[in-house]
């Protein structure tokens, strides 16, 4: 199984700074026939399902700001809020779609400082 | 708009079964693949189950293999999840969740739309 790791647990920012979550594979999830990461990073708020923001590491879905930017290969990923918003406060979790079972990282608290 | 809801979550004692159901709608359910994905109180998210759009193939978490049966009936725009010989340790909000699909291509794994859950509550 690929284990997803995070880092940090959490993460306080004040608003309008950048606010920065890493995850880690601990296999390449990145596809060498078509060159993509699969690699998703999702929302989640107390009482709504996830939500997700990324996918193939860097493409951003359709109606999330673009605040909200994704990077990285292989097997180190960062999800970057370039200007944190009050709506922003969730718990992140990074996930792969390379293989079964998915993996899903621990998550990371988001917090306004 | 594409919709899914859970139902059939509760209080059930240890050793015991339940199934779930999640009901599709605003979308052509028979050519998406499902899933299950749950999480525990104060915990984080956990992949349970996965079922092809025809429902040929299945997968499953090794938490769960032996003992939870995925299904889908495509006539009724439902997903199911049956779980047996149920343990504390399976308490946790469960979600159903669809494949994403984009310009053609679906993307087993990668979830684009999720159920707002079901509460499943394994205690004596």
């Known amino acids: 199984d690929i284990v997803m790791t995070q880092s940090p647990v959490s993460l306080a920012v004040s608003l309008g700074e950048r606010a920065t979550i890493n995850c880690k594979s601990s296999q390449s999830v990145l596809y060498s026939s078509n060159n993509k990461n699969y690699l998703a990073w999702y929302q989640k708020k107390p009482g709504q399902p996830p939500k997700l923001l990324i996918y193939?590491?860097?493409t951003r879905e359709s109606g999330v700001p673009d605040r909200f930017s994704g990077s990285g290969s292989g097997t180190d990923f960062t999800l970057t809020i370039s200007s944190l918003q009050a709506e922003d406060v969730a718990v992140y979790y990074c996930q792969q779609y390379y293989s079964t079972p998915y993996t899903f990282g621990q998550g990371t608290k988001l917090e306004i400082k | 708009q594409v919709q899914l809801v859970e139902s059939g979550g509760g209080v059930v004692q240890p050793g015991r079964s339940l199934r779930l159901s999640c009901a599709a709608s605003?979308?052509?359910?028979?050519?998406?693949?499902m899933h299950w994905v749950r999480q525990a109180p104060g915990r984080g998210l956990e992949w349970v189950a996965l079922i092809w759009y025809d429902g040929s193939n299945k997968y499953y978490a090794d938490s769960v293999k032996g003992r939870f049966t995925i299904s889908r009936d495509n006539s009724k725009n439902t997903l199911y999840l049956q779980m047996n010989s149920l343990r504390a340790e399976d308490t946790a909000v469960y979600y159903c969740a669809r494949d994403y699909y984009d310009s053609g291509n679906y993307y087993e794994g990668l979830f684009d739309y999720w159920g707002q859950g079901t509460l499943v509550t394994v205690s004596s």
């Open positions: 605003g979308f052509t359910f028979s050519i998406y693949g």
């Open positions: 193939w590491a860097s």
